[in-house]
């Protein structure tokens, strides 16, 4: 019988799914046909893998006078890409018993073929490899430059494999592939970017201390200021002092980097990311979609950064669609033939001018925009979006004392990441005590949670009561006050939320009424 089957993988969003490579060789004239929905770059596999096989000594396909069908199952599913290939060259030689026989069947092949039968790096291996293990899976053969990526999966056996010749003379045991070791994970807080030194930034200790409670409960931030106040430094340094990311974290992030083919030569992403896209960008290159859905900055942002700089000037349509992933922690595109879910828990960070000329406000330089024109331009931000925004602060111009002071007396990126971690520890441990693992930070409780694990004196429940009947704060911004409370709580050590907490969470949600 001259039929085979060998196991690969698709990417659906950024999760794998299983992919039955069938291959049938019968009589009849010469034909080589793909089915199962491949796309235009799985039917070119034709030719590679012809060529691939041509040129690493055995007999190829279109030397074949027999009719050849390949299927991929589930039929129903849409397959896209080109790591495909390898899979594919494998069934071939088992139906055609142009190579030994062996047990297929705890095995995932994975890799594009290069026309000399060399294997070419391919996007989403993370992705495969922890569907494998989750599966049962013993083995996984992928490109070289792929396996440290894949052996991040730990009790997996990683194949790194440079060509498909030396996969068959591994496969007939004359020639033994040595297993890629584990890979070791270690955190970093440095990344591709320049990183910002928050000492460096003079004056502005209002908007550090904002920056400092941002970054230990996952706040979200919005600064309103002059032009060259700031703004924009303050947020590429706030990348510096988040603690981190644990090894959960490392592999949901190298996850999504993975399957949007972003790695760029880098076998995973062990620091968070900080994702600052320009005010043209469309709805769907934000929050993810297209035709073959990918991640959008969003999930690229995911346990990291989203910096929108100059927010009035991003579209209507792109700040409101932001509204359900910031509440959520994910984004969910609907397509007629499938759903895809792509993780979104991120820290928006956005920058924005009181006005179009940038000065209304401004101590030293007058505003030249009338009042319509003031209140059109704010209105931009809708208050549903600012509801979302726990931390709202003005940040003014910079005094010419503290521009001209070179003594570095602030406090450094390493002495407030460290207060950061202490801070979040605490709070991992109140939730893992909890039961509640993959909640990691004071932004990310319910209603439910904060009813639970937030306790108040009577004096500032008091407060609390007075402060939502006057201040008109809906009850999304009383939830988020209390969050922000307790991480203001976490930082100080504190077991039990204060007064003079609630009153500083208050302060920052002031702008809401302006």
């Not at 030397?63 to 397959?79: G, Q, S, T, Y």
């Not at 910079?398 to 570095?408: A, F, G, P, Y």
């Not at 007064?499 to 002031?510: C, G, P, S």
Request: glycine residues 6%; hydrophobic residues 40%.
């Amino acid at each position: 019988m001259n039929l085979s089957k060998v196991f690969s993988a698709s990417i659906d969003g950024i999760e794998a799914k299983l992919i039955e490579i069938e291959t049938d060789i019968h009589v009849g004239l010469h034909s080589f046909n793909i089915v199962g929905l491949a796309d235009k770059s799985l039917s070119e596999a034709k030719e590679r893998v012809s060529s691939a096989l041509k040129n690493s000594g055995v007999k190829p396909p279109s030397k074949e006078n027999r009719k050849i069908v390949v299927n991929l199952a589930p039929a129903d599913l849409k397959k896209t890409g080109s790591h495909y290939d390898l899979a594919i060259a494998i069934g071939y030689l088992l139906a055609t018993k142009q190579i030994k026989e062996f047990d297929a069947s705890d095995k995932i092949f994975v890799g594009e073929l290069a026309l000399d039968g060399a294997l070419r790096n391919v996007s989403g291996v993370l992705n495969i490899a922890r569907m494998a293990k989750l599966k049962g899976y013993k083995e996984i053969f992928v490109p070289k430059e792929n396996a440290i990526e894949a052996a991040i999966i730990d009790g997996l056996i990683v194949v790194p494999v440079s060509n498909l010749l030396e996969l068959m003379h591994h496969l007939e045991n004359r020639s033994v592939i040595k297993p890629q070791p584990k890979t070791q994970l270690e955190p970093t807080v440095s990344s591709e970017h320049q990183l910002v030194d928050i000492a460096d930034i003079k004056g502005q200790e209002n908007a550090k201390r904002a920056l400092m409670i941002a970054a230990s409960g996952g706040h979200n931030l919005l600064m309103s200021g002059s032009p060259g106040a700031g703004k924009s430094l303050m947020a590429q340094s706030l990348a510096s002092i988040l603690p981190p990311p644990e090894l959960d974290e490392i592999i949901e992030i190298t996850k999504i980097y993975s399957a949007a083919g972003l790695l760029k030569g880098n076998s995973f992403i062990n620091w968070r990311p900080f994702r600052s896209p320009h005010h043209s960008a469309s709805p769907i290159a934000i929050t993810g979609g297209g035709q073959n859905p990918r991640p959008g900055e969003i999930s690229l942002a995911h346990r990291g950064v989203l910096f929108l700089d100059e927010l009035p000037e991003f579209r209507r349509d792109l700040l409101e669609a932001l509204r359900q992933p910031m509440e959520m922690g994910s984004v969910t595109v609907a397509r007629v033939k499938d759903t895809v879910k792509f993780p979104a828990k991120f820290i928006l960070v956005a920058a924005m001018n009181p006005c179009p000329c940038g000065y209304y406000g401004d101590e030293e330089k007058e505003c030249k925009c009338t009042a319509f024109e003031v209140s059109r331009y704010q209105k931009k931000i809708s208050g549903p979006l600012l509801d979302r925004i726990d931390l709202q602060i003005s940040v003014p111009r910079v005094k010419i004392e503290d521009l001209q002071n070179k003594n570095r007396d602030y406090k450094s990126a390493d002495e407030m990441r460290k207060k950061i971690i202490k801070a979040r520890e605490i709070q991992r441990k109140r939730f893992s005590d909890l039961g509640l693992s993959d909640v990691l930070t004071n932004s990310e409780m319910s209603s439910k949670l904060c009813d639970k694990v937030i306790v108040l004196d009577k004096e500032t429940d008091q407060f609390l009561k007075d402060m939502f009947e006057k201040a008109f704060i809906s009850a999304r911004g009383y939830y988020r006050i209390l969050k922000t409370a307790r991480t203001i709580a976490d930082l100080e050590n504190s077991e039990n939320v204060k007064l003079d907490h609630v009153a500083e969470a208050f302060q920052y949600r002031l702008r809401d009424n302006q």
